[in-house]
């Protein structure tokens, strides 16, 4: 695993502020423990999100989204429903996550590719199917001496790490992780240079993807690139109560 350097007491203030911050999110009217269901609609059904809130509990809030249809790669519509008095909310005790450990923050290179690629990954619920999500460019780090090539997808603009790690499949409770993988946004404060630039890869806040906290996302999964072969004791490791 990496070396242990001296402590930085702000760094361990400021991940502390946003472990406090995750919780905030992850309990939030339209957070992920809000999410109550998720409705896939017909390509005839014009039921709009005002419709389908009509006569539900005033907690209950409904917004829309799309994606794109599997087999006909059409946009495909679908309503989400929050509760923000839903029993996940209000089952909670927090976040089981590994102590701050400055070893985890590691440097890499992120060199952007003309056009970017579209690489496939296999979503939780799809049943074996992937998607395609669009990287932009190549993230090269290494961690405890290996080499990694990582794909690091787009999302709105930030680069997000879905990876995997020994830790998902621990026997040990102390140092198990959520099983389908955890996610880590990458940090770049280049201004979005044209050429190679560095990124931090900060794993003390990696964290438990939307599907740990309720089965009415899809997230993606780690594709065989972002498999990492050291265990990553750093980050969150499973929601409270563990129902997953």
Known sequence: MPENPTPDVSAEAAHAQWKADRLAAV????????????RWLRPDDTTTAAQAAEGLA??????????RHLDTGEPERGLRFWDSASPAIREFE???TFDYDPAWR????????DGGRAVPYEHLRDNGFTRELPVPGD????????DYDLDAFDDGGTLLLVFGDPTNRSE????????????????????RAS????????????????????????????PLANRIATPVTAG??????DTH
């Open 27 to 38: 309990t939030s009217p339209q957070g992920n423990l809000a999410l109550i269901e998720t």
């Open 58 to 67: 005033p907690t209950v809030v409904v917004t829309e989204l799309t994606r």
């Open 236 to 241: 969150e490791r499973i929601p409270l109560p």
């Open 195 to 222: 050429g190679p630039r560095e990124v931090v890869l900060d794993f003390n806040r990696a964290f438990v993807p939307p599907c740990g906290f309720s089965d009415q996302y899809n997230c993606p999964l780690p």
């Open 94 to 96: 927090g976040i089981e």
């Open 106 to 113: 590691i440097t890499g290179t992120f060199t952007p590719l």
């Open 139 to 146: 993230l090269a780090v290494t961690i405890d001496g290996t």
């Open 172 to 191: 040990d409770p102390s140092q198990r992780t959520y099983g389908p993988g955890r996610f880590l946004f990458v940090q770049d404060d280049s201004g």
